[in-house]
């Protein structure tokens, strides 16, 4: 625990583990009122429930959670923190020439979770940082750029503030969509030629099934086992796979994250069936409202047939039929499907906080600088292949 003493009074800090917030449930109580200061898209990974989950499936040797509590030992703030170490990349053209690991508490759902305490955000950050002195860096992998709540990655370093923002580099676009109130509408928000044409991709895929196109809701554990089996079967035929290896199976370690995740009422997955046999699958979950994408992958040999535009052309009909989330958020990343089903996008980053240290001042510096000069290159051959 620390203590600091400033104009707006006594603040605390307690590093908590997964076992000790057992203990303190008016911890809990507070978490989940102060929930909804918390980007929505970003919410699940910064809930109480999620961080009782990657207890649940990870252990607690790297998990702590950050508690704020004011003069009076009411809770300000709470920050879920994965405790872990992490790398600046320095790569040309997919290559790593080199990295600089550091000691780093990734902080899960990219913002804290925090009460009208004055200047909480930024005042937790700085905790973290008292409260574990070996600490080098506290890491936001998605935080919306223009949020409101990056106001503490936002001139930070200035004064006598004890961390700095760097942010990467290369922002990445955030694809999102709102379902409004009925499918028709939704649909009325795309092109009509990619409403027809995925429309008669769905009529010839199921036609290429003998007339049998299924579309199974997966959302409970005894159904997971048979899911990751099919899902398997589909992602060994997948582009995924041939690109970037398995990202999904039948293992215990995948029974064991989406059964608690079915446990928890969480798991909102789908699995696509033509003719009887698994052609694609979308691994996802839904919580407060918006449906999380997750994994997905189709069978690359039935590619001319779109079984991928299909299920989610069927995965959006269902969500409309059923416990309607507000929100569907892809995630970021750019891809084909993402723009073609989702009518909002945003903009986020990666931001390392670092601890202001001349060891991290010349990290991040050399960093920033072999990124500008890795650009440079790649305009002026541009410009001399132009010319």
């Keep these: 625990m620390t203590i ?47 961080f009782e989950h990657l207890h649940a499936v990870g252990g607690d040797d790297d998990l702590r959670l950050g508690v704020l509590r004011d003069g009076e030992g009411r809770v300000a703030g709470v920050c879920p923190l994965l405790l872990q170490r992490r790398s600046l990349t320095f790569d040309v053209a997919g290559r790593v020439l080199t990295r600089s690991s550091m000691r780093t508490a990734m902080m899960v759902g990219s913002e804290p979770v925090v009460s009208e305490f004055p200047n909480a955000r930024h005042r937790i950050v700085e905790e973290i940082f008292r409260a574990i002195p070996s600490l080098q860096c506290v890491y936001l992998d998605a935080m919306p750029l223009g949020s409101s709540a990056g106001e503490f990655t936002r001139g930070a370093g200035a004064g006598p503030c004890s961390y700095y923002a760097y942010r990467s580099p290369r922002s ?50 005894d159904q997971v086992g048979d899911f990751l089996r099919a899902a398997e079967q589909v992602a060994v035929k997948s582009w995924q796979y041939r690109v970037l290896g398995q990202r999904i199976g039948a293992t215990e370690a995948f029974r064991r994250e989406l059964g608690d995740l079915a446990a928890r009422g969480l798991l909102r997955s789908y699995l696509l069936e033509c003719g009887g046999e698994p052609c694609a699958f979308l691994a996802g979950y839904q919580y407060d409202g918006v449906y999380q994408y ?4 189709f069978d690359e040999s039935l590619g001319d047939l779109s079984p991928g535009s299909a299920l989610h052309y069927l995965v959006f009909e269902d969500l409309f039929r059923r416990d309607k989330p507000r929100a569907f958020n892809f995630g970021v990343g750019d891809a084909a499907h993402k723009r ?37 290159v790649k305009w002026m051959l541009r410009r001399k292949v132009t010319k």
């Design 4 to 50: 600091i003493q400033n104009s707006a009074g006594t603040t605390t800090l307690e590093c908590l583990s997964p076992g000790e917030l057992a203990s303190n449930p008016d911890v809990r109580l507070a978490w989940e009122r102060m929930l909804p200061s918390v980007n929505p898209l970003n919410r699940l990974y910064a809930s109480p429930v999620w």
């Design 172 to 221: 990445r676009p955030w694809h999102w969509a709102e379902l409004g109130d009925s499918f028709d509408a939704y649909l009325n928000e795309m092109k009509g030629k990619t409403r027809y044409t995925i429309r008669k991709k769905i009529r010839e895929l199921r036609s290429h099934g003998c007339g049998s196109l299924e579309l199974q809701l997966v959302d409970s554990e």
């Design 294 to 297: 997750g994994e997905t992958a």
């Design 340 to 376: 073609r089903f989702s009518n909002r996008e945003s903009v986020d980053t990666s931001v390392f906080l670092f601890r202001r240290t001349p060891g991290n001042h010349v990290r991040s510096a050399s960093h920033a600088l072999f990124v500008f000069n890795k650009h440079l």
